[in-house]
């Protein structure tokens, strides 16, 4: 049962069909912040805390998602003891499956807030509803920091610094703008 030959092309090529165009723009932006880290009694922090176990910051607010900085002074797990390791994590009271993509670079300050110890993770995709690992399993290892304790910890206090770029990605409905280009390309008037 044939119904006739097969049509050349479903679409008006030469014009765009009236009253049917929609269209829509996307704009990416990066927003960054900084958010600093002070451990207080760091003496007691480092010789009580368990490989695995990280010292959290407060929750800081970047490109609309709440982040907390985790610092394990003796490493993430034990194939990671005798180091520091960091990590980034996306937390927040909002959207329980929040997903956000941004590169993070985290310093440990010595005391005079100058960069010390310092690595860059990133662009990566974080997600509240996964657990998954996206720090510095090796930040520096902690017999090097015993040994630049003496620039980095004053009143057994050390600086650590999170600085945050979040790609923000927003779209909006253009139709106004895609009728304007309708009538400009279609001479419709």
């Known amino acids: 049962m044939s119904s006739g030959p097969a049509p050349t092309s479903l679409l008006p090529f030469g014009r765009l069909a009236p009253g049917v165009l929609s269209g829509s723009a996307t704009r990416a932006r990066q927003a960054t912040g900084t958010h600093l880290h002070r451990i207080d009694g760091y003496s007691l922090v480092d010789g009580a805390v368990a ?37 980034l994590a996306l937390a927040g009271c909002g959207e329980p499956t929040a997903t956000a993509t941004a590169s993070y670079r985290v310093t440990i300050l010595d005391y005079a807030g100058n960069p010390v110890h310092s690595r ?27 040994k630049t304790a003496p620039f980095l910890i004053k009143d057994d206090r050390l600086n650590v610094r999170c600085d945050v770029a979040v790609l923000v990605v927003e779209t909006k409905t253009r139709n106004k703008w895609f009728m304007q280009l309708d009538r400009a390309i279609n001479g419709f008037r």
Not at 68 to 84: D, I, M, Q, S, W
Not at 127 to 137: F, L, N, Q
């Open 51 to 87: 490989t695995g176990t990280a010292v959290r910051s407060s929750r800081f607010l970047v490109g609309g998602h709440q982040w907390e900085l985790l610092y394990y002074p003796n490493g993430v797990n034990y194939l990671h003891r005798g180091f520091v390791s960091v990590d």
């Open 120 to 146: 860059i993770v990133g662009p990566r995709a974080f997600d509240r509803r996964a657990s998954t690992w996206t720090g510095v399993e090796e930040l520096v290892a902690t017999e090097e920091l015993a």
